[in-house]
């Protein structure tokens, strides 16, 4: 590993690191500071981006233990950022905060996350966010707006109070094989550290980029 990594750079787990500027961005960045850019690719080849928002930074190694560690989001899984993962089996993302002049990159592979840490995300969510889980056929045309709250409505009838998870809906881990950290830096000379590894479960290499 670089020995000059130091101070926001410092650490042998970069799930920790993304935790804690994450951390930080929680209380600089105005709205969503979990934000990130999705990149996925279709079968044709061409790519596709769009923001969503990270909801788990996992570590290295998990309650059950697991090794590998991953960023989760949740989406329902007919929409096309989903059908698009579920070809390539794999996803990319950057994370960035502008008032911290930082941003993470992530490349790796992806898998479904739909046991008791999906259900329980879910029931965290506020109740109109549930229904509208069941409403939505996300990125499938729509006639209209008036469509969608008459769906709503309709679901809000069926399924009561307390709906519980669709199937159709759930998280996307992506367990990187590569991330990289970067900081601005005076006359754009920016701090990058790559971090890269074989396999989800194979050690980090860790090396400084240049600008």
């Known amino acids: 590993m670089s020995s000059d990594r130091d101070g926001i750079f410092a650490g042998d787990d970069p799930f920790e690191i993304a935790r804690a500027w994450l951390a930080e961005a929680e209380a600089t960045e105005i709205n969503d500071p979990n934000a990130i850019a999705l990149a996925t690719v279709d079968a044709a080849g061409l790519p596709n981006a769009r923001m969503v928002l990270l909801k788990e930074i996992e570590p290295r190694e998990t309650a059950g233990g697991r090794i590998g560690g991953g960023f989760v989001f949740y989406t329902n899984y007919g929409s096309v950022k989903a059908d698009e993962i579920a070809q390539a089996g794999s996803a990319a993302f950057v994370m960035h905060w502008k008032s911290l002049r930082r941003q993470i990159r992530v490349r ?22 549930r229904l509208g889980a069941w409403a939505s056929q996300q ?34 881990r992506i367990r ?25 479960e194979a050690p980090w290499t860790v090396t400084r980029l240049n600008p």
Do not use: C
């Open 108 to 129: 790796g592979l992806t898998e479904r996350e739909e046991g008791e840490q999906a259900d329980a995300y879910y029931a965290s969510r506020s109740l109109k966010s």
């Open 139 to 172: 990125s499938r045309p729509l006639e209209s707006r008036a469509a969608l709250m008459a769906e709503v409505a309709k679901v809000t009838l069926r399924q009561g109070p307390n709906p519980s998870r669709p199937p159709f809906w759930g998280g996307i």
């Open 176 to 200: 990187p094989l590569e991330i990289e950290f970067w900081a601005d830096g005076a006359f754009r000379l920016h701090d990058r550290f790559r971090w890269r590894r074989d396999s989800p």
